[in-house]
């Protein structure tokens, strides 16, 4: 039996951490991983996330036949939007596709679940509660941006057969988590 693994992706003021403790909350035996990225948006800390994603995918190999599905609130990807966007001194593309080889390969389950809001100006709503945040300036256009790169790579997923791409709206909590609660067979009535 393979055991999921949920990558919760998305820009700001989706909902990412809402829908990964969401998931954490209805599906038992499951670990939720939070990962914040490099802070250091150098070569040096391009040289350390790729350090810190090899070592995260070696990990991931060993929980292969842990009875356990794994949640994931951002990944590698996050950073290849972040360095696209030129939000990072580096380009992270040679990485990413060396990491998104090495994923596609392990024996899980594997879905990458990609948040947008179909309504932009939901991201001033959202971005202005959000007040704990100092990575990177939050705007609408700068999650706007964000948006269009996550989807951009969920199209780009969508060619590999092992990672089913979910991209789901998160302009109405209610019909999104209808949607997550139909794929991952949730039933928290």
């Known amino acids: 039996m393979k055991y999921r693994m949920i990558i919760v992706e998305g820009p700001q003021g989706t909902g990412k951490t809402t829908l ?17 990225g490099q802070k250091d948006k150098t070569i040096k800390g391009k040289k350390a996330s790729e350090k810190m994603y090899y070592a995260l995918l070696d990990y991931l190999k060993n929980m292969e036949d842990v009875p356990m599905d794994l949640i994931f609130d951002r990944t590698f990807f996050s950073e ?32 990458y679940i990609s948040l947008y809001l179909k309504n932009d100006d939901l991201f001033i709503e ?15 256009e700068n999650s706007v941006k964000q948006q269009n790169e996550y989807r951009s790579i969920a199209k780009d997923l969508k060619n ?30």
């Open 20 to 36: 990964a403790n969401y998931l954490r909350e209805n599906i038992s035996g499951s670990n939720l991983y939070r990962l914040s």
């Open 80 to 111: 290849e939007v972040y360095a696209r966007l030129g939000f990072k001194e580096y380009s992270f593309s040679d990485v990413y596709e060396k990491l998104l080889k090495k994923l596609s390969k392990l024996d899980f389950d594997i879905y």
């Open 126 to 140: 959202r971005l202005a509660r959000d007040h704990h945040h100092n990575y990177q300036a939050f705007s609408k």
């Open 160 to 189: 590999i057969p092992t990672i089913n791409v979910q991209e789901i709206a998160m302009d109405d909590f209610e019909k999104a988590y209808k949607k997550i609660n139909k794929l991952f067979n949730i039933n928290n009535e």
